[in-house]
Every structure is written in C-alpha cells, then in structure tokens.
C-alpha cells in the first residue's frame, strides 16, 4: 500500500526558505518509472503543480517558479525535500505530494497523495 | 498554459440521483491526459479516472469520464452519501506545468 505523508513549518516568515519532506512508503524512488511531485492550493485556489523529480534522477519544475524551487530526494529515507525560497504570503496554502507511475513521455497523473500539509507566510 | 474551468462551482444533488460535472479546457487537449480527482477535506485527493476515461484501481463503476477536444465530463451514475466531496479535472498532457479545474463541489440536497 502506498502511502505519502508531508511534514514541515505551519508558519514561515516572508523572504525566508520554505522547506519540505515528503516521507514515503509502499514503493521505492529507486524502482524505474517512478516519481514523487509536489503540488499545492492556495486558499479558494486551484491546485498548483510545483515539481517532480523521478527514478532516475530527472526534475522537472513549474517554469513559474523554477528559480525559487529545489527538489531532492534521499532514497535510503524513502523521503522527497523540496525548498521554495524566498517566500511570500501568495505562497500561503496547503502543500502536497505525491505519487506517480510514469510512460515514456512522462506525461502522468498523480495516483497516490499525502493529506496535504497547510503552511502560511507571515510576518 | 491551458486552462480548465469546471462547472458548476456548486451541484447540489441527493443520494441517489445523477452527477454530471463539466470540465472545458482552453486549448484542446487529448483524452489521453485528462483526469479526475476527489478530494474530501482532511483527505488526501483520490485519482478516479485517467486517460479521459479509465477508471483508477477500485473505483466504483458509477463514476465513468467522457469528453474529447475542449469538453470533458465526469458522471456519477448514483450518488452514494460517500461522494459528496469536491472534484478536480486535471491536464497532464502539455509541457509543465500540469494544471488543474478550481474545482466542483458535490453537495448534498
């Protein structure tokens, strides 16, 4: 059984660096054709897109806000790190990750998600 | 970036009865990379359909997805109290971003 479940800061300040985990279980980022990704909503927003990175090492990020996102991932913790720097409160909202089981053009949905993780900016 | 507008905000139905839930897309977008999502609060969103119109690993027949070009639609044949919830559409098939419907809320009449 798959599971995700998401971890970090409630509340960050403006111009400081957001920093998440995702830790993982019920599959290995180490198997091929596997990626984790993250993803967030903003209050009464639509889900957000932000990052993945899969199996072998590829990342590929919302252009939007490729300048101010990391991801990485540590495959003997089963765990995903993605940092978001310089944050706003526009990046107030609830986070998530999750999992997917990708083709060849990489073009997949997401099948399993954590409950999400909300994080406000604030001064 | 494609955007998806879902319709109704609100669809207030009772048990029993049938859902239909629009999803218009921008640009068109191939069936092949539409989805479907619901999400309780508190919940982790759950993937109903994919490609248009599979269905994901033990979701229940009453939900099917359509659609070609710019219109899609998610049908629940019979509501049950257990789908009241919000769904999302998603575009998976352009270069990224992905991107997501502001969602439709299932209520309960």
């Known amino acids: 059984q798959i599971t995700l479940k998401e971890s970090g800061p409630t509340l960050v300040k403006p111009t400081q660096t957001l920093t998440l985990t995702c830790t993982f279980s019920?599959?290995?980022?180490?198997?091929?054709?596997?990626?984790v990704g993250w993803l967030r909503q903003p209050p009464g927003k639509a889900l957000e897109w932000l990052a993945v990175?899969?199996?072998?090492?590829?990342?590929r990020f919302n252009p939007s806000l490729k300048t101010r996102l990391t991801i990485t991932r540590d495959t003997s913790r089963d765990q995903v790190v993605l940092t978001l720097t310089n944050v706003d409160p526009a990046d107030s909202g609830t986070y998530y990750c999750?999992?997917?089981?990708?083709?060849?053009?990489?073009?997949?949905?997401?099948?399993?998600w954590g409950q999400g993780t909300l994080v406000t900016v604030s001064s | 970036e494609i955007v998806l507008t879902q319709s109704p905000g609100t669809l207030s139905l009772s048990p029993g009865e049938r859902a239909t839930l629009s999803c218009r897309a921008s640009?068109?977008?191939?069936?092949?990379?539409l989805a479907w999502y619901q999400h309780k609060p508190g919940q982790a969103p759950r993937l109903l359909i994919f490609?248009?119109?599979v269905r994901d690993t033990g979701i229940p027949d009453r939900f099917s997805g359509s659609g070609s070009g710019t219109d899609f639609t998610l049908t629940i044949s019979r509501l049950e109290p257990d789908d009241f919830a919000v769904y999302y559409c998603?575009?998976?098939?352009?270069?990224?971003?992905?991107?997501f419907g502001q969602g439709t809320k299932l209520e309960i009449k």
């Open positions: 490609a248009g119109s």
């Open positions: 998603q575009q998976y098939g352009s270069p990224p971003p992905c991107t």
């Open positions: 990175i899969y199996w072998d090492g590829d990342e």
């Open positions: 019920g599959f290995s980022l180490s198997a091929d054709t596997v990626g």
């Open positions: 640009q068109s977008i191939s069936s092949s990379y």
């Open positions: 999750a999992h997917t089981q990708v083709g060849p053009t990489r073009r997949d949905p997401f099948d399993r």
